[in-house]
């Protein structure tokens, strides 16, 4: 085979390797997108759950901040019963109402941090759903990814022997510039010529549409040609077998 023969096999089986591992890897993104979501519905839940475990704390600071200006109040309504003068029972009032007034503002801020509590609890059971949603979700992508690689999993170790083998019979420096196109190009590296007025003597690269100068179009021509390339895409050209013929003298 001459030289764009081998390299026309080469795109050919190189395309459908591109195909299908495209295939594989958009199994392979939907899941990891799907475990990602899972991470961050898992550290939502964390947060909130943390969020909670302090708002419980601040609580029982405050409960036993209560219980101790309960003691108080024990001592100061004793010390109001044994008080013997009315000053003496003046003072120690006074000192109970402020304790008293202290213990209120505690009652108040334990019911503040208890609806805290009962916000972040229903949050909590609202991300656990969601939670469980996702890693339903996970489970699901997971499978259609096994299927997949059980899918195309023989086909393409077959295709990459195809290419391997393809590759074989292309001298190493069009191998590189076919590589280095695929990549470019996301595995269009080469592209047909088109005839656009044949009198006029006007071609283009079928990728890009640009102008072909009718000196590789003669290039292209020749059993033995080197690559041709597109002047402004730099794709490697070939012609298709119609138009070879149309353009063969007779």
Not at 126 to 138: D, I
Not at 157 to 165: G, I, N
Request: net charge negative.
């Amino acid at each position: 085979m001459s030289l764009m023969e081998d390299m026309l096999k080469l795109n050919r089986v190189d395309a459908q390797l591109r195909g299908l591992r495209k295939r594989l890897d958009s199994a392979a993104r939907y899941a990891e997108a799907q475990h990602r979501q899972l991470e961050d519905v898992a550290q939502r839940l964390e947060e909130l759950r943390s969020r909670k475990r302090h708002v419980q704390a601040r609580i029982g600071n405050l409960e036993a901040e209560g219980a101790r200006l309960d003691e108080q109040l024990e001592k100061y309504r004793a010390d109001l019963n044994s008080s013997v003068t009315n000053k003496q029972y003046t003072a120690v009032l006074t000192e109970l109402n402020t304790v008293k007034a202290e213990r209120s503002k505690i009652d108040d801020a334990i019911l503040v941090e208890m609806e805290q509590i009962e916000e972040a609890d229903a949050e909590i059971k609202a991300v656990t759903e969601q939670m469980a949603e996702r890693s339903k979700m996970c489970d699901v992508a997971e499978a259609q990814l096994e299927e997949r690689r059980a899918e195309v999993g023989a086909r393409l170790a077959e295709l990459e022997r195809e290419r391997s083998e393809a590759a074989e019979a292309i001298p190493p420096h069009d191998l590189a510039v076919f590589n280095e196109m695929a990549r470019v190009y996301e595995g269009e590296a080469m592209a047909p010529l088109e005839e656009i007025d044949r009198r006029h003597r006007e071609y283009a690269c079928g990728a890009c549409n640009m102008h072909v100068p009718f000196e590789q179009v003669v290039s292209l021509m020749s059993p033995s040609a080197e690559l041709v390339r597109c002047p402004a895409c730099n794709r490697i050209l070939y012609i298709q077998e119609e138009l070879r013929g149309a353009l063969t003298p007779k």
